[in-house]
């Protein structure tokens, strides 16, 4: 961790020439204020061949209401745990200086009736929408969600039945770098799930 000053304040990662700071991130063209991040499209994923590994990459795009992209990334044929430890520290400083007020608005627009996109379904009040997940109906209630995580590269839901003896089922909504702002998806369905489980 360093402690140099940037005019966004004192400078708490370095990735490459990226810079994350106390105010914002910035890399040697431009900066993002917290308050001016519009989204967070992560990307994870490690390969192999024949068990022996062929690459690693760890990445995530911030990107500004005015659409400026500023890309923090880990890569190589292997990544070391401490550099792994490191990209997700400051993906976590990240989302603590922007998961408070995006809990907000999604908040605030689902209480208005807004159906929010995520892009590979989107949200409502009630329920979660997606032609492909949900079959016919397109839809699955909020009342039935109990879990989410991550498998694979894979954003997975978990809910239960219905009409299988309330059986639980584990269904993708997609892949985790099709989705912005995965960490906004997966904070709000864990509270519907805690919700639920009461």
């Known amino acids: ?58 990445k995530v795009d911030v990107v500004s209401k005015t659409g400026n992209a500023i890309g923090l990334r880990k890569y190589g044929l292997w990544i070391g745990r401490k550099d792994r430890d490191n990209f997700w520290k400051s993906y976590q400083f990240i989302v603590s200086k922007i998961i408070d007020r995006q809990l907000f608005e999604l908040t605030r627009d689902l209480e208005q009736g807004t159906r929010v996109s995520f ?11 997606g032609y492909y997940y949900f079959g016919p109906h397109g839809m699955l209630d909020l009342h039935r969600v ?16 219905d009409k299988d003896n309330n059986r639980l089922v584990r269904k993708s909504l997609g892949s985790i770098k099709k ?14 799930a805690g919700r639920n489980s009461n």
Do not use: R
């Not at 892009?119 to 929408?129: N, P, V, Y």
């Not at 109990?146 to 039945?161: A, I, P, Q, S, Y």
């Not at 989705?179 to 519907?192: K, R």
């Open 146 to 161: 109990v879990g989410c995580d991550f498998e694979n590269g894979e954003f997975m839901l978990t809910f239960v039945h």
């Open 179 to 192: 989705i912005p702002n995965i960490h906004l998806a997966q904070a709000f369905l864990l509270s519907i």
């Open 119 to 129: 892009e590979t379904f989107e949200i409502t009040a009630t329920a979660i929408h």
């Open 1 to 58: 961790m360093k402690t140099d000053q940037h005019e966004l304040g004192p400078v708490l990662y370095t990735l490459g020439n990226k810079q994350i700071c106390e105010g914002g991130v910035c890399d040697d063209k431009t900066s993002i204020l917290w308050e001016d991040v519009d989204s967070l499209w992560l990307e994870s994923w490690k390969a192999s061949v024949n068990l022996l590994p062929s690459g690693e990459n760890l």
